[in-house]
């Protein structure tokens, strides 16, 4: 298995509390994503990183944001949650760049609750 | 933007049925995934194809390019392939501005198979 952790696994929080979701993986892998899992769609891409200090916006990055200060990690952070982001939140990586073949590997997953 | 469409949504067959999860795209891809997500979150990468076909143990994934469609076969279904099946595209492109994107996914089909 991929080298890929999340933390916290579990967390519920309230309305309007800023909130950061750890990824970090040992594999050096260059590119890391988030992702969110809502019932009655599929994963949807929050951001993604193709280096440290290198971001850029997915599908669904309004009320989100993403640092990658070492190849190691990836944080998201919700600056004021509102329970629309209530949800599970995953992380995975890959080595090459999207477009080549390549594997993306998950991460375990985060349960997210905002009340 | 890639629409990715799954057939069936949920199926619930005897053990040691054959299996067809089926799978459309809207857009041209260059790679095609097909993950397997057991109760409890864990996302696994199944296979990746981006033409033919390709088998590991029971599990036989195909895709047809021209026809924009993949199938994702089990034979002799067990218990413990009971999981949410996940098809996932990468679309080139999908965003502007370079750098690495992510994958467009289906929303899933909920496989229980019953002893």
């Known amino acids: 298995d991929a080298g890929i952790t999340q933390s916290p696994r579990h967390k519920v929080t309230e309305t309007g509390t800023p909130v950061t979701l750890r990824c970090h993986q040992t594999e050096n892998h260059r590119y890391m994503y988030w992702y969110r899992q809502d019932p009655g769609h599929g994963l949807r891409l929050i951001h993604y990183?193709?280096?440290?200090?290198?971001?850029d916006k997915g599908e669904v990055s309004d009320g989100y944001s993403v640092s990658r200060s070492k190849t190691e990690d990836f944080l998201l952070t919700l600056e004021s949650a509102t329970s629309s982001q209530t949800s599970v939140y995953f992380c995975?990586?890959?080595?090459?760049?999207?477009?080549?073949?390549?594997?993306?590997?998950f991460g375990p997953g985060t349960r997210l609750t905002v009340t | 933007k890639n629409e990715v469409e799954q057939s069936p949504q949920n199926l619930t067959a005897q053990e040691g049925e054959f299996i067809t999860i089926n799978c459309s795209y809207s857009?041209?891809?260059?790679?095609l995934h097909w993950l397997q997500q057991h109760p409890g979150g864990g996302i696994v990468s199944l296979f990746m194809?981006?033409?033919g076909k390709k088998k590991h143990g029971r599990l036989i994934a195909t895709i047809n390019i021209q026809e924009k469609h993949s199938s994702l076969h089990i034979t002799a279904s067990h218990p413990r392939d009971s999981a949410v099946y996940i098809c996932a595209v990468h679309s080139p492109l999908k965003y502007s501005g370079g750098g690495a994107d992510g994958l467009t996914f289906g929303k899933g089909t909920h496989l229980i198979i019953q002893p």
């Open positions: 995975a990586i890959s080595e090459s760049r999207p477009g080549s073949s390549y594997e993306q590997y």
């Open positions: 857009v041209g891809i260059s790679a």
């Open positions: 990183s193709y280096g440290v200090k290198d971001t």
């Open positions: 194809l981006s033409s």
